[in-house]
C-alpha cells in the first residue's frame, strides 16, 4: 500500500508561532487521522476527521480534508516548545487498516 | 483508551540470531497490529492479528520471518527472525481503539532493535 505525503518534511519555527503541516493521499477513504510521535516513541493520536467533514477542532489544534484534492492539513496555533515531536497523518479505508504518511518533523524553539 | 506496554523496549542483537517482541494490553481488544519504523522513516504495517486465527499479512512481509502469536484478547507477540541490519527498525504494537467504530488506534512505546 503506498503511503501519503507530507511536507514539509521538517519545520522550524519559534514558540509562538503557528505550524502549518500538509498531507496529500492517493486513494479513497473514510476518515484522516493525525498522530503525534516523541523521539521514535509511540504514536499518539490527536485528532480524527471523517470524508465528510471538512474541518475540525481541537483545543490548539485545527484539520481541514479536502477530499477533491486528496488533501488534509494540520494547523497548530501558539506553538510551544513541547510541541516539538514528528506528526504524521494516516488514513483509513474500508476495514480497519492505517497507511501513515512520511511525517513531519516539527522544532519549536523557546 | 487502552494502555499498551511493550517488552522490550530496546534491545542490541547478533545477526542470525532471533528476537521476540510482546505486547500486553490492560484490556481486551479484538484487533492488535504490529508496524515496523524503520530508522527516520514512517511506520509499515507488517501484520493484523487477531485472536483465534492466523495473522494477516501485509505485501512484503511474511510469516518465516515475522512469525506471530495472538493466544488471547491482551497479550501478542511478534518474533523477527534470521535478523540482519536491515531489520534494524522500532517495532510498535497497535490496537483498535474501544468500543470499535472509533476509528483510531492506541499504540505501545515501541521497541527499539539493532542487529549488528
Known amino acids: 500500500s503506498q503511503q501519503g505525503e507530507e511536507d514539509p518534511q521538517a519545520l522550524s519555527i519559534q514558540e509562538g508561532e503557528n505550524a502549518t503541516m500538509n498531507c496529500s493521499y492517493k486513494t479513497s477513504i473514510n476518515n484522516l487521522q493525525w498522530y503525534r510521535q516523541n523521539s521514535g516513541r509511540g504514536l499518539v493520536h490527536l485528532i480524527l476527521?471523517?470524508?465528510?467533514?471538512r474541518e475540525k477542532h481541537s483545543g490548539r489544534l485545527r484539520v481541514t480534508l479536502d477530499t477533491s484534492k486528496k488533501s488534509s492539513s494540520l494547523l497548530i496555533t501558539a506553538s510551544r516548545a513541547a510541541d516539538t515531536a514528528s506528526y504524521f497523518c494516516a488514513t483509513a479505508g474500508r476495514g480497519d487498516k492505517l497507511i501513515f504518511g512520511t511525517g513531519t518533523r516539527l522544532q519549536v524553539f523557546p | 483508551s487502552a494502555v499498551i506496554s511493550q517488552k522490550p523496549s530496546r534491545d542490541i542483537c547478533q545477526r542470525g540470531t532471533s528476537l521476540t517482541i510482546q505486547c500486553q494490553v490492560d484490556s481486551q481488544v479484538t484487533m492488535m497490529f504490529w508496524y515496523r519504523q524503520q530508522p527516520g522513516q514512517s511506520l509499515t504495517l507488517i501484520a493484523t492479528a487477531n485472536q483465534g486465527s492466523e495473522a494477516t499479512y501485509e505485501s512484503g512481509f511474511v510469516i518465516d520471518k515475522f512469525p506471530i502469536s495472538r493466544p488471547n484478547l491482551t497479550f501478542s507477540t511478534l518474533t523477527v527472525s534470521n535478523m540482519s541490519p536491515e531489520d534494524s527498525s522500532i517495532y510498535l504494537c497497535?490496537?483498535?481503539?474501544?468500543?470499535?467504530?472509533?476509528?483510531?488506534?492506541?499504540f505501545g512505546p515501541g521497541t527499539r532493535l539493532t542487529v549488528l
Open positions: 476527521i471523517r470524508s465528510n467533514e
Open positions: 497497535s490496537v483498535e481503539a474501544v468500543p470499535r467504530g472509533a476509528d483510531t488506534q492506541y
